[in-house]
């Protein structure tokens, strides 16, 4: 089995409900195994969650766009990734990553800028989303990419929705395509 990891920080539950749809995404998908990390308030891992990130054969970051890059919480879990970087140990391990905000924009392509520069200094093999943009006289809210990325998957949250109105439903299914892509590659070349 190829191991998807899915490692991520949420202050108040949204990108949570994007984490989840980009491991169940990969956890449908044949021949890989899926689970969620969660970076906590004080930007720690859970017990033992350093070993199944060096266990993992793919791990797809994520994290709110606050500020116009990740939360204080993820940049505490990314410098505390300098132990294994040292080492290079997630060296040639596939890497790709997600983020929700409140704005469409949002400038939450300059977090997905940050999660790559970060994968690339573990030497990691970055997969974008893969998905044509959703950007015709047609399009509706829903469809599938309609944000628009390739870089990675990203998602909207209305400022005043909750967690289950938030974010969007085409988001979750861009999140889920986007996990399943993610672990099907790494079936393909680790399975
Ligand atoms: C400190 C802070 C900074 C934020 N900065 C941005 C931003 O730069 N761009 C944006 O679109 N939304 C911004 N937001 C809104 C959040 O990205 C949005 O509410 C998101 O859904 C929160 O995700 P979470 O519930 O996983 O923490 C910010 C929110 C907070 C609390």
Redesign the pocket.
């Known amino acids: 089995m190829a191991k998807v990891v899915v490692v991520f920080?949420?202050?108040?539950?949204?990108?949570?409900k994007q984490a989840e749809a980009v491991a169940a995404g990969a956890a449908a998908t044949k021949g890989a195994a899926a689970e969620v990390l969660a970076v906590n308030a004080e930007g720690e891992l859970p017990e033992g969650g350093w070993y199944k990130l060096a266990a993992a054969d793919a791990i797809i970051f994520g994290s709110?766009?606050?500020?116009?890059t990740v939360?204080w919480q993820f940049k505490k879990f990314a410098d505390a990734s300098s132990k294994p970087w040292f080492s290079q140990a997630w060296k040639d391990k596939i890497a790709a990553a997600f983020t929700?905000?409140?704005?469409m924009?949002?400038?939450?392509l300059s977090t997905l800028h940050y999660l790559f520069t970060l994968a690339m200094q573990h030497s990691m093999i970055w997969i974008g989303t893969g998905v044509m943009p959703a950007n015709g006289k047609a399009a509706q809210r829903n469809d599938i990419n309609y944000l628009a990325s390739f870089s990675g998957a990203m998602a909207q949250?209305p400022?005043d929705a909750s967690?289950e109105e938030?974010p969007l439903p085409g988001d979750l299914e861009t999140a889920k395509l986007f996990g399943q892509r993610v672990a099907a590659y790494a079936v393909k070349t680790r399975g």
């Open positions: 920080h949420s202050g108040y539950g949204h990108t949570k709110p766009t606050y500020m116009g939360s929700n905000s409140a704005s924009n949002g400038d939450k949250s400022s967690p938030g």
